[in-house]
C-alpha cells in the first residue's frame, strides 16, 4: 500500500480540507479507475451534492456509522460524474470518502475530503505514476510504501 503524503493546504471553518486545484485527484482517480468496476461514496447528512451522486449512480447502503453509504457500478458516466465535477459550492471535494474496488478488492480510497489517499496498487508503473505527479502537482510531497 502506498499513501500520499501532503504539503501544508488550507481547511474551511467546519475543518475540511481545501485545495487550491483537484486536478491531482481527479488524475489519481481516473488512474485508480482504469482497474476498478465498483466505487463506494460515504457522505454525512449535510453533504448533499455528494449523496445526490449516490442516488444518481449507486444505491444506498447499511451502514454502522452515521455516515451515509453509497455503492454502484463504475460506469463510464458515474466516473465521469466523479471526476469532472469533484468540488461542491463550499471549495471541498463532494465525497467524505470515495473507494474504488476491482471484484471486492479495495484498489484506492481518498479520505476526508481527499487529504488522505490510499493506493493499494505497488507496482513499477504506479510507482512510476505516483512520481510523475509528485514533480506535477507540488503540494503532493510524496509517497510512503507500507
Known amino acids: 500500500m502506498l499513501i500520499l503524503e501532503f504539503e501544508e493546504h488550507r481547511t474551511n471553518e467546519e475543518g475540511k480540507e481545501i485545495f487550491e486545484s483537484c486536478d491531482w485527484w481527479k488524475e489519481l482517480v481516473s488512474r485508480a479507475a482504469q482497474d476498478a468496476d465498483r466505487f463506494e461514496v460515504r457522505c454525512w447528512e449535510d453533504e448533499q451534492e455528494g449523496i445526490a451522486f449516490g442516488q ?3 444505491q444506498k447502503q ?12 463504475l460506469t463510464g458516466q458515474a466516473l465521469s460524474a ?6 461542491g459550492a463550499d471549495g471541498v471535494l463532494k465525497y ?11 484498489l484506492f480510497s481518498s479520505s476526508h475530503y481527499g487529504s ?8 513499477f508503473a504506479e510507482i512510476g505514476f505516483l512520481m510523475m ?3 506535477k502537482y507540488p503540494l503532493i510531497k510524496g509517497f510512503d510504501k507500507r
Do not use: H, P, R
Open 133 to 135: 505527479l509528485t514533480k
Open 56 to 58: 444518481q449512480y449507486g
Open 96 to 106: 467524505f470518502t470515495l473507494n474504488l474496488y476491482a471484484g471486492g478488492k479495495l
Open 82 to 87: 466523479l471526476v469532472g465535477d469533484c468540488v
Open 62 to 73: 447499511e451502514s454502522s456509522t452515521k455516515e451515509i453509504v453509497f455503492a454502484g457500478e
Open 116 to 123: 488522505e489517499i490510499y493506493w493499494m496498487k505497488d507496482s
